[in-house]
C-alpha cells in the first residue's frame, strides 16, 4: 500500500512527538542527584560515603552508606553519586572504622580532601579535571575462594557487546568481609564475571548470563564455581531470640537490627520492630540468626543506644541503663 506524502508527514510528526514526550516523562521523574568526591588517606580502605539531609533522612539504607568508586580519570579521587537534597556528609573508610566528623554541604556536589580524620578541607569548586563519571545503579558481586586464591579481582563486562566495567584487567580489586566472603560493585549492565586471583593467574571460566542482583559466587581450588542469588549465610542461619531491659522512661522498646558491613537490615524501616513485654521482666523478639549489629530504641525512636556488635546466631540479653550504657551477654545476666 503507497501512503500519501500528507499521510507520510502526518505519521512521522507524530513519530517524534511520541519521542519527544517519552523523553520528557522520562526526565521528569529521573532522580536528581548529587555527586561527592573524596581524596584519602593511603590506609583508608574501601572509603564509603554517608550522608543526610537536616529533617534526619539519610541517603543510603545503612552505615557505613554507598561505597566510593575510584575515577579512572582523576588519579587518588573516589567519588560517590547520592539523592539531591542531602546537607551533610560524612566520609569513613576500613569498613567504618575511620571517619570525618559531619561536614555541611548543604545540597552541592563537594570535594573533600582527607589528609587525616581530624584534618579535612571541603570545596564546592571542582578539584578533578574532566567530566564527572556517568551515574550508573550497581550490584554486588560477592566470592568465596580457596585460600590458594590471594588477592581476588572481578573482571565484568556486557556479553555479547563485550563493554567492559573495569579498564583493565585483572579487573576490580575486591573487597575482604569479617565473614570470609570477598565483594565487589559492579554495574547493572554487567551479565558476565570471571573471578581471578593471584594477580590474575588463576580464574574461573566466563560466568555469564547472570541477572542484574547480587550473586554469591563460590569457587574451589581449581576454578570451578556455583553461584547463587540468595545469601548463604542468611539462608543457614536459624532464628535468634533478643532479650532486652530498658530504663524507666523508655516507652515501647523497639529493636534495629543489620548485617554489618554489607547494611543488609532486618526490618524495612527505622525504629525496627517491637519487643514483647513477658512475665520474667524481659523485653523479647525474635530476629534472623544472621544479625551482627543492633540498636535499642524508644519513644518512637527518639531515645537510643550506639551502634551494639553482637555474636552472630547465638540469643542475646541486653541491658540498657542510659543511652551509652547498655551491656550485652549471650546467657541470662543474674539479678
Known amino acids: 500500500m503507497k501512503l500519501s506524502k500528507r499521510i507520510l508527514i502526518l505519521l512521522l510528526c507524530t513519530a517524534v512527538l511520541a519521542s519527544v514526550c517519552a523523553t520528557a516523562v522520562a526526565e521528569e521523574v529521573a532522580p536528581e542527584r548529587t555527586i561527592v568526591y573524596a581524596q584519602v588517606p593511603d590506609d583508608w580502605q574501601y572509603p564509603c560515603l554517608w550522608a543526610w539531609a537536616d529533617d534526619g533522612t539519610s541517603a543510603f ?12 580519570a582523576n588519579a587518588g579521587w573516589y567519588y560517590a553519586y547520592m539523592p539531591t537534597g542531602m546537607d551533610a556528609v560524612i566520609v569513613n573508610a576500613n569498613d567504618g572504622g575511620v571517619q570525618t566528623s559531619d561536614y555541611r554541604i548543604d545540597k552541592q556536589n563537594a570535594w573533600i580532601t582527607v589528609t587525616s580524620a581530624e584534618e579535612v578541607t571541603v570545596s564546592f569548586e571542582a578539584q578533578t579535571t574532566g567530566e564527572a563519571p556517568a551515574y550508573t545503579e550497581r550490584f554486588t558481586v560477592y566470592a568465596q575462594v580457596d585460600p590458594s586464591w590471594e588477592n581476588p579481582g572481578t573482571w565484568a563486562w556486557e556479553d555479547p557487546s563485550g563493554k567492559n566495567a573495569f579498564a583493565a584487567w585483572p579487573g576490580r580489586a575486591m573487597k575482604p568481609n569479617e565473614n570470609g566472603w570477598y565483594s565487589a560493585r559492579v554495574p547493572v549492565f554487567v551479565n558476565s564475571v570471571i573471578i581471578n586471583a ?3 593467574g588463576v ?29 548463604p549465610d542468611m539462608l543457614k542461619a536459624e532464628d535468634i531470640t533478643v532479650y532486652a531491659k530498658a530504663p524507666e522512661g523508655w516507652e515501647a522498646p523497639c529493636l534495629w537490627a543489620w548485617s554489618h558491613p554489607d547494611g543488609t537490615n532486618a526490618f524495612q524501616s527505622w525504629p525496627g520492630e517491637p519487643l514483647t513485654f513477658g512475665e520474667d521482666g524481659w523485653y523479647s523478639i525474635t530476629v534472623p540468626g544472621w544479625i551482627n549489629s543492633v540498636i535499642l530504641n524508644a519513644n518512637a525512636g527518639t531515645v537510643q543506644t550506639s551502634d551494639l556488635s553482637v555474636e552472630v546466631g547465638r540469643d542475646i540479653y541486653l541491658v540498657v541503663k542510659a543511652a551509652d550504657d547498655a551491656v550485652i551477654a549471650y546467657e541470662e545476666p543474674a539479678e
Not at 61 to 72: I, K, R, T, V
Not at 203 to 213: M, R, S, V, W
Request: avoid cysteine.
Open 61 to 72: 539504607a545503612s552505615w557505613p552508606g554507598e561505597q566510593m568508586e575510584p575515577d579512572p
Open 198 to 200: 593471584n594477580n590474575g
Open 203 to 231: 580464574q574461573t571460566a566466563d560466568i555469564k548470563e547472570l541477572d542484574p542482583a547480587d550473586v554469591w559466587i563460590t569457587v574451589a581450588a581449581d576454578g570451578s564455581y556455583d553461584f547463587t542469588y540468595e545469601d
